[in-house]
């Protein structure tokens, strides 16, 4: 492991400290019994070197650590708390999904990054400025920290899809004979993902907020219970954002439908101008001796001026009846 892959922050309400590590045994060995510590691991290989008797760290819950598709679950035990959640970022206008878990056994907070460095910058930074209250609680507070961190992440994210949905909106209303329905499709599968790992989420918080727990005490749900609302407030605007998905399907299709129609009407109005003029090319296309209309001077011309007759009683007939 490289170095500084481990961060652990051992702290109370008079004292902090913050130490860079590359390995989980040297955090484990510099844990202070009596502070709170916040051991930041940044690579998930570290996980291996956990020791079980010391964290209780099932294998089972190692390869939620580990696992990028697992969905955002709550553990409580008596000798532990795991939780697993998603952090979805912008990256270059693209949703990135990152795999977060949190472990908290007596006084020690565990955090795992298993895609990239989530160095919490704004928790930190109010540690070593001991701002609000966060050197003055327990774990349980600074895993609200945590997890309100990543959840504040899903408001841009959910913003950013619904500004790509008003903009595929504006491109259906303004260019109705474009077929639209890939980047609709898109759009939809981003909005499945965030749903996917964000609705779990109630579960989480719910389980969370259970006051008989001894690793959430009952004067932080109140924190809990505001998290619970953010989740509330975001998985409201994801349905907002299916509902106006469905809608531009709709109208995506019904464009598409009068188009298609338009080129049928087209073609039915070109084809049925045509068959009389057919009919008349292919009688005097007959190779009968006895045509007496051959043999007139003028014929050619007036058999043209017929067809050009029918031609044009058959448009006006169409434009009366405003079939086009």
């Not at 408001?155 to 474009?178: A, D, M, R, T, Y």
């Not at 719910?206 to 006051?211: A, D, H, N, S, Y």
Request: one cysteine or more; glycine letters at 2%.
């Amino acid at each position: 492991m490289s170095e500084n892959q481990i961060q652990l922050l051992s702290f109370d309400k008079d004292y902090f400290n913050s130490v860079n590590l590359q390995t989980i045994n040297e955090a484990l060995d510099k844990i202070e019994p009596t502070k709170i510590n916040w051991i930041d691991i940044l690579d998930s290989k570290s996980i291996q070197s956990v020791d079980d008797e010391t964290f209780m760290v099932h294998k089972l819950i190692q390869e939620d650590i580990k696992s990028h598709e697992s969905l955002p679950k709550c553990e409580i035990h008596d000798e532990f708390l795991f939780v697993s959640i998603k952090d979805f970022t912008l990256e270059h206008n693209e949703i990135e999904r990152e795999h977060k878990s949190f472990f908290i056994n007596a006084n020690t907070l565990l955090s795992f990054s298993i895609d990239k460095a989530n160095d919490y910058k704004t928790v930190k930074d109010n540690l070593i400025a001991n701002k609000g209250k966060i050197r003055k609680s327990k774990t349980d507070y600074l895993l609200y920290l945590l997890i309100d961190q990543i959840i504040d992440h899903y408001f841009p994210v959910c913003e950013f899809l619904h500004e790509k949905i008003i903009q595929i909106e504006n491109k259906i209303q303004s260019q109705p004979g474009i077929n639209y329905s890939g980047l609709i499709l898109e759009a939809k599968k981003q909005y499945i993902e965030l749903r996917k790992y964000i609705f779990p989420l109630k579960e989480v918080l719910l389980k969370l907020q259970k006051p008989d727990k001894e690793f959430v005490k009952n004067s932080n749900q109140i924190y809990y219970n505001d998290l619970n609302d953010h989740v509330e407030f975001i998985l409201a605007s994801l349905e907002n954002s299916r509902e106006l998905l469905i809608e531009l399907r709709d109208l995506n299709t019904a464009n598409q439908n009068h188009s298609l129609n338009n080129v049928m009407k087209t073609l039915t109005i070109v084809s049925t101008i045509f068959i009389p003029l057919t009919f008349l090319a292919g009688i005097y296309g007959m190779n009968f001796k006895n045509i007496p209309e051959l043999r007139t001077d003028y014929g050619y011309y007036v058999l043209w001026s017929f067809m050009a007759l029918i031609s044009l009683g058959m448009i006006i007939y169409f434009k009366k009846k405003k079939w086009f």
